[in-house]
């Protein structure tokens, strides 16, 4: 077991929000709220703006996070709101942006860990590792993959998908390959290995 610095500190996405016992539609606070344990009358952490800016950008690191564990050999198969844990601490020092933190790999696979990965026959890397960098986030998530983020993220985005689409390619930039840019297209690879093997 680890100890992970600032976790301590830190409150759950879930724990960030109100969620319908019917429906489980999650409503994140409106309000700012305390990075910390309110009864702990001794914390000096900050306080989230809970605005849709904020959240959005606490989404985009978290999607960003994932693309560079997939080119890791690391995928996450279910996602669980009260697993991201946001802190302002960050190697024991104040973070200069909102800082989070995945908890609970249970639900997460491991490339070298699957039949695949194993046998010398097979592919020994996933697609994502044979790549030069992370595959762009819009190649990787639809909003239906990210369902337990709904409210987080904006509910129309659920009935409208483009909306979804438009602020990934704002966030992430276009889907183009070009020396310098974040993300590499894997579309684009994966025609490229395609070509290699015929």
Known sequence: MEFIDGVSDGVSIEDLCEREDESGRLHPYADPQPLYDIDDESSEHGILDMSDESRLKILAYILECFVRGFRCGIKYEDYYLEDFIITDIRKGKKAWRPHVI???HSHCRVWQATCKGKDPQRQRKSDNQRLPRPVHPADHFTIRDLCDF???SPY??????AKFEAW??????PKIEYNGHRFQRFSLIAIRFSDLSE
């Open 150 to 152: 709904t409210g987080w």
């Open 156 to 161: 129309e985005w659920w009935h409208d998908e």
């Open 168 to 173: 990934l390619l704002e966030a992430f930039g």
């Open 102 to 104: 995945k908890v609970n």
